[in-house]
């Protein structure tokens, strides 16, 4: 449509653009810029190059919250989207009542990141702890581990919480979609014979499939942008077992005061997410899936 | 295949069971509280012995609660009207008007979806100081409104791309100008799409913690999860009033969600999807 | 149609109109008052920060046209980023409590620390402070930086006197002797030392005690500003009493999961019978303490070069920020702070005030009082590296040291420690 003078739409764009250039696009310029740069934000900025991003390469704290990312991804598309399909599967069985159940596993995304981590920091006590009482209750105090405390144990902890956040949101999103299948489908492979079980893991899933290559990118972007969870639980400890990458920004960043450093961080982990999600978006296309339009 | 009474029992025991790990956590902390600490540390899973309630109105006082409240309603308040605003009239640009530059002026909204936070975090906070921003509600507002606007563009002009075409052409005929279009036409068919950008992003705001953690050093003007942090930091060994002040922010909370469950599920899993 | 078209405008004219209204009331708040002066802390535990508002009223008393603001922040946040975006900001403090030594040289690097030695001199706090009060307030060896506050012993052992009785034990003055109380501990079911090492510094600031007794405080200073290497033979050896202590199971298990504030707790509910913290354990438990008999000792001699009667501890202060537009009324309130009436609040609340006398009139605990005399006559001083020297290289150190109380291996840890500082070199 055209519009009745050339420069409404610009006007229509403007407040929304002018707010996020502010907040987003010239952050994002700066900051690129802040990575060549030596500055604690009270002293001169000094241009050094790439010495930030060789210094970034050599960091074994940085390139260890690399590694805890992806093993972090790895546990929660297990923890949450998995989780999430099969809870989603059971709360679809044919002829069920299952709305309560839905409410509860939703609950927790509710929740201020606040509240959980406080509460489950409770629950992995090693003194007054839910896990380690109970455990201890029935005679397997051998296997009371001190969760948080461990670097073992600490980001396969802090994954569970994560799961039991989100593995309800993944379920509704997958819930949602299944809801749209069309009904003719599963009545015939019921008439077929077809258990509930193979209906499920043949038809439905395969029929769902891009909504689950979208909960995959949606987690796997969202583990890079995770922080609120990490930093009230564990804060990046014990020894650097939790440090993500956003969590160690910030440490550099507010607490060393080394800005130029932090923000080459920043720049590295952003080409990385953008990389990512080029990647997936190339495999997506190639591999051609069907997208069924409900 | 089993018989269908055995099936329906050991259905419906496998998702109570599951539920429970959902819920019971939250049962804990709540039950918690009515206990002392003596009581929380040595037997963990006991019943309190009284419902003494004093312990939540202390909680409320001793951490200001109140003021929190107020300060994520208003910064709340502040930012989902200007996304809705802002966002629905950029978004009603980019969907019905074909003007030069379009796609450069909505590129940057695709990036914004992609980027976290961190990415610009620190020249976000420098250029914030230097316009005297931090430690006052603008800090929070201005970012929370920029942060929903790349979400609510697309997801408003998912809405917007499939009205029907006939619809505006019938009101250009009729003499409409482009603003009365929106307000008249557009406005009121975008209300479910209003409520899904709404829903989302009065959850993002409400509950987000790294901005108002690193920008806002004002206890006035603290926003409830730096407030339960604060809270947190100063009785963490109070666990009774912890407990409590935890109850009470959350309790409210849940009761709103299972009261409105079905919108808040759909316009959380719609405002993804898309 | 056209009526519902006026009202929604309407409507949401005023929806816009009310957000910003509020968000315009989110501004800077105005007050009756023509100075405001705005001092800020970390907190140091409810009882000293209500004495923070008693002597609120009693300056607003004293002068009517002007207003406190105290701001009080979590202690962690205001150590950490708190502080620095205060200091940044449109308000900025006036007066801010710092730690004396390179972070307090750090503020006046920045321009936000004024010399006050003139003020100190002066009417306003005249014979509140002995010369030695502002040891390490200075930049260069010129001037005086803030306004004294407190003496913290940042580390002693404190110890359950119940439980020693009940065993039999006494109050050793070697490590060996110590170690054989921690194996009677074990022996009898108890936990012989609690430490709460989640942030690090529990653990941290007692390695850098023993480091500076191992290899002499002259090495220790080095090191910890990185002129010295991290992982030399003797720091090897140093952090061997640490690596002791995992190893022997004489340290709890949740040690690097557990907050310094619940490792406390547990002290006071007897579930363990030592636990290595500072004198501001005594401000604890005043509202904790639930009854535990309970007393301290210095960190036990060592076999190593450095002053076996070292005490670990730093001086700390407030500081006046030179940007301040109210610098005579920021001193006025200072000058309160360190008044008698002023130092009988700290006094009552369990700190250890830099003053004359801190202790006069005041029923103070005789722990309080021990703890202050222990660090005016200690025959040297040691600042703990994160206070004391480069904040980069302490977090290298202090990782280092929570990966051996965790079970770690040293000359690793260690390694791994000295790999980093060498990029922060």
Same mark, same amino acid.
């Given at each position: 449509m055209k519009p009745d003078r050339s420069w409404t739409?610009?006007?229509?764009?403007?407040?929304?653009?002018?707010?996020?250039?502010?907040?987003?696009?010239?952050?994002?310029?700066?900051?690129?810029?802040?990575?060549?740069?030596?500055?604690?934000?009270?002293? #001169?900025? !000094?241009?050094?190059?790439?010495?930030?991003?060789?210094?970034?390469?050599?960091?074994?704290?940085?390139?260890?919250?690399?590694?805890?990312?992806?093993?972090?991804?790895?546990?929660?598309?297990?923890?949450?989207?998995?989780?999430?399909?099969?809870?989603?599967?059971?709360?679809?069985?044919?002829?069920?009542?299952?709305?309560?159940?839905?409410?509860?596993?939703?609950?927790?995304?509710?929740?201020?990141?606040?509240?959980?981590?406080?509460?489950?920091?409770?629950?992995?006590?090693? #003194?007054?702890?839910?896990?380690?009482?109970?455990?201890?209750? !029935?005679?397997?105090?051998?296997?009371?581990?001190?969760?948080?405390?461990?670097?073992?144990?600490?980001?396969?902890?802090?994954?569970?919480?994560?799961?039991?956040?989100?593995?309800?949101?993944?379920?509704? !999103?997958?819930?949602?979609?299944?809801?749209? !299948?069309?009904?003719?489908?599963?009545?015939?492979?019921?008439?077929?014979?077809?258990?509930?079980?193979?209906?499920?893991?043949?038809?439905?899933?395969?029929?769902?499939?891009?909504?689950?290559?979208?909960?995959?990118?949606?987690?796997?972007?969202?583990?890079?942008?995770?922080?609120?969870?990490?930093?009230?639980?564990?804060?990046?400890?014990?020894?650097?077992?939790?440090?993500?990458?956003?969590?160690?920004?910030?440490?550099?960043?507010?607490?060393?005061?080394?800005?130029?450093?932090?923000?080459?961080?920043?720049?590295?982990?952003?080409?990385?997410?953008?990389?990512?999600?080029?990647?997936?978006t190339r495999i997506r296309s190639r591999s051609g899936g069907i997208d069924i339009e409900y | 295949m089993m018989s269908p009474r055995v099936n329906s029992v050991v259905f419906h025991t496998v998702l109570t069971v599951a539920s429970l790990f959902f819920v019971l956590p939250l049962v804990w902390m709540v039950v918690s509280s009515f206990k002392t600490k003596r009581e929380i540390f040595d037997s963990p899973f006991s019943l309190p012995t009284t419902l003494d309630f004093s312990v939540w109105t202390s909680a409320w006082e001793r951490?200001?609660?109140?003021?929190?409240?107020?300060?994520?309603?208003?910064?709340?308040?502040?930012?989902?009207?200007?996304?809705?605003?802002?966002?629905?009239?950029?978004?009603?640009?980019?969907?019905?008007?074909?003007?030069?530059?379009?796609?450069?002026?909505?590129?940057?909204?695709?990036?914004?979806?992609?980027?976290?936070?961190?990415?610009?975090?620190?020249?976000?906070?420098?250029?914030?100081?230097?316009?005297?921003?931090?430690?006052?509600?603008?800090?929070?507002?201005?970012?929370?409104v920029g942060l929903g606007l790349s979400l609510a563009v697309f997801l408003l002009k998912g809405y917007l791309d499939s009205l029907p075409h006939e619809l505006f052409e019938a009101a250009r005929i009729d003499g409409a100008g482009d603003f009365r279009m929106l307000v008249q036409i557009v406005f009121p068919l975008m209300r479910p799409g209003l409520a899904t950008v709404a829903t989302f992003s009065i959850l993002s705001c409400w509950n987000e913690f790294l901005l108002a953690m690193l920008y806002i050093q004002d206890d006035g003007l603290r926003t409830i999860p730096i407030g339960l942090l604060a809270f947190t930091g100063k009785y963490s060994t109070d666990y009774p009033t912890l407990f409590a002040a935890l109850s009470i922010i959350t309790i409210p909370m849940i009761g709103i969600y299972v009261i409105f469950h079905r919108q808040v599920i759909n316009g959380i899993t719609e405002g993804s999807v898309h | 149609m056209a009526q519902l078209t006026i009202r929604k405008r309407l409507v949401a004219a005023a929806a816009i109109g009310v957000t910003m209204a509020l968000a315009v009331s989110g501004c800077a708040p105005s007050s009756n008052a023509d100075v405001v002066i705005r001092i800020a802390m970390g907190s140091s535990g409810d009882a000293v920060d209500s004495k923070f508002d008693e002597l609120k009223q009693i300056y607003e008393a004293k002068y009517p046209d002007r207003e406190v603001e105290i701001i009080i922040q979590e202690d962690d946040v205001y150590q950490t980023t708190g502080l620095p975006t205060l200091l940044s900001s449109r308000e900025a403090p006036d007066a801010y409590f710092e730690w004396s030594?390179?972070?307090?040289?750090?503020?006046?690097?920045?321009?936000?620390?004024?010399?006050?030695?003139?003020?100190?001199?002066?009417?306003?706090?005249?014979?509140?402070?002995?010369?030695?009060?502002?040891?390490?307030?200075?930049?260069?060896?010129?001037?005086?930086?803030?306004?004294?506050?407190?003496? &913290?012993?940042?580390?002693?052992?404190?110890?359950?006197?119940?439980?020693?009785?009940?065993?039999?034990?006494?109050?050793?003055?070697?490590?060996?002797?110590?170690?054989?109380?921690?194996?009677?501990?074990?022996?009898?079911?108890? @936990?012989?030392?609690?430490?709460?090492?989640?942030?690090?510094?529990?653990?941290?600031?007692?390695?850098?005690?023993?480091?500076?007794?191992?290899?002499?405080?002259?090495?220790?200073?080095?090191?910890?500003?990185?002129?010295?290497?991290?992982?030399?033979?003797?720091?090897?050896?140093?952090?061997?009493?640490?690596?002791?202590?995992?190893?022997?199971?004489?340290?709890?298990?949740?040690?690097? /999961?557990?907050?310094?504030?619940?490792?406390? @707790?547990?002290?006071?509910?007897?579930?363990?019978?030592?636990?290595?913290?500072?004198?501001?354990?005594?401000? &604890?438990?005043?509202?904790?303490? &639930?009854?535990?008999?309970? &007393?301290?000792?210095?960190?036990? /001699?060592?076999?190593g070069v450095g002053d076996q009667e070292s005490v670990l501890g730093i001086s700390t202060g407030f500081m006046v920020n030179e940007k301040s537009e109210h610098i005579q009324e920021t001193i006025d309130f200072l000058a309160l702070v360190a008044s008698a009436e002023g130092t009988k609040l700290w006094a009552e609340a369990g700190l250890a005030p830099m003053t004359v006398d801190p202790f006069a009139g005041v029923d103070a605990d005789e722990r309080t009082v021990s703890l202050a005399t222990l660090m005016s006559t200690a025959p040297t001083v040691v600042a703990p590296a994160d206070s004391g020297y480069d904040i980069e290289v302490a977090a290298a150190f202090y990782d280092a040291v929570a990966n051996v109380i965790g079970g770690g291996d040293v000359q690793d840890a260690l390694d791994t420690a000295e790999k980093r500082v060498e990029e922060i070199r």
């Open positions: 739409p610009y006007l229509f764009v403007a407040p929304a653009f002018l707010a996020f250039a502010f907040v987003v696009l010239i952050p994002a310029l700066l900051n690129t810029g802040l990575s060549f740069m030596d500055w604690s934000g009270t002293n #001169d900025m !000094i241009f050094v190059g790439f010495d930030n991003f060789t210094r970034a390469f050599r960091d074994d704290i940085y390139l260890t919250a690399y590694r805890n990312t992806f093993g972090y991804i790895a546990w929660t598309l297990v923890l949450e989207v998995f989780v999430g399909l099969v809870l989603a599967g059971l709360v679809t069985v044919k002829g069920r009542k299952t709305g309560f159940y839905r409410i509860a596993f939703f609950v927790p995304i509710m929740l201020p990141m606040v509240v959980v981590a406080v509460l489950w920091s409770f629950v992995y006590s090693d #003194d007054i702890g839910l896990i380690n009482t109970a455990l201890r209750g !029935i005679g397997l105090g051998d296997l009371a581990l001190v969760w948080l405390g461990n670097p073992a144990t600490a980001l396969i902890a802090v994954s569970v919480v994560s799961g039991w956040i989100y593995a309800g949101f993944y379920m509704a !999103i997958f819930y949602a979609a299944l809801q749209r !299948i069309p009904a003719n489908l599963i009545e015939a492979a019921t008439l077929d014979g077809a258990s509930q079980w193979r209906i499920f893991f043949f038809i439905k899933v395969p029929m769902i499939r891009p909504i689950i290559e979208i909960a995959v990118l949606l987690c796997v972007t969202g583990a890079f942008q995770s922080f609120d969870l990490f930093y009230v639980m564990t804060n990046g400890g014990p020894d650097h077992a939790t440090e993500i990458v956003t969590t160690y920004l910030v440490e550099v960043v507010f607490r060393f005061q080394n800005l130029g450093y932090g923000a080459a961080l920043a720049t590295i982990m952003t080409i990385v997410v953008v990389a990512l999600g080029l990647v997936f | 951490g200001d609660l109140g003021v929190y409240v107020v300060n994520s309603l208003i910064t709340t308040t502040a930012s989902v009207a200007g996304i809705l605003v802002f966002g629905l009239l950029a978004a009603y640009a980019f969907s019905r008007f074909r003007f030069r530059f379009s796609k450069w002026l909505l590129l940057p909204f695709a990036l914004g979806l992609l980027l976290p936070v961190q990415s610009y975090l620190t020249a976000q906070s420098r250029l914030f100081d230097a316009f005297y921003i931090l430690d006052t509600r603008w800090a929070l507002i201005l970012p929370y | 030594g390179p972070r307090m040289r750090s503020h006046v690097a920045d321009g936000n620390g004024a010399d006050v030695s003139e003020y100190l001199s002066g009417d306003a706090f005249a014979g509140r402070f002995d010369e030695g009060a502002f040891t390490g307030m200075d930049v260069d060896g010129s001037g005086t930086y803030m306004v004294p506050w407190t003496g &913290d012993v940042t580390d002693v052992v404190w110890y359950n006197k119940t439980i020693f009785d009940d065993l039999g034990l006494e109050v050793p003055t070697t490590w060996d002797e110590f170690m054989d109380v921690c194996d009677a501990i074990k022996e009898s079911g108890v @936990t012989p030392i609690v430490e709460g090492n989640k942030d690090q510094w529990t653990v941290g600031n007692w390695a850098s005690h023993i480091v500076s007794r191992v290899i002499g405080e002259e090495s220790y200073a080095q090191t910890m500003v990185g002129d010295a290497p991290m992982n030399s033979p003797e720091m090897v050896d140093a952090l061997g009493y640490i690596a002791q202590l995992a190893k022997e199971g004489y340290i709890n298990d949740s040690v690097n /999961a557990l907050a310094d504030d619940e490792a406390n @707790t547990q002290f006071f509910l007897g579930k363990a019978a030592m636990i290595v913290i500072g004198s501001w354990l005594m401000a &604890d438990a005043e509202t904790d303490g &639930d009854g535990l008999d309970f &007393d301290y000792f210095n960190t036990p /001699a060592l076999d």
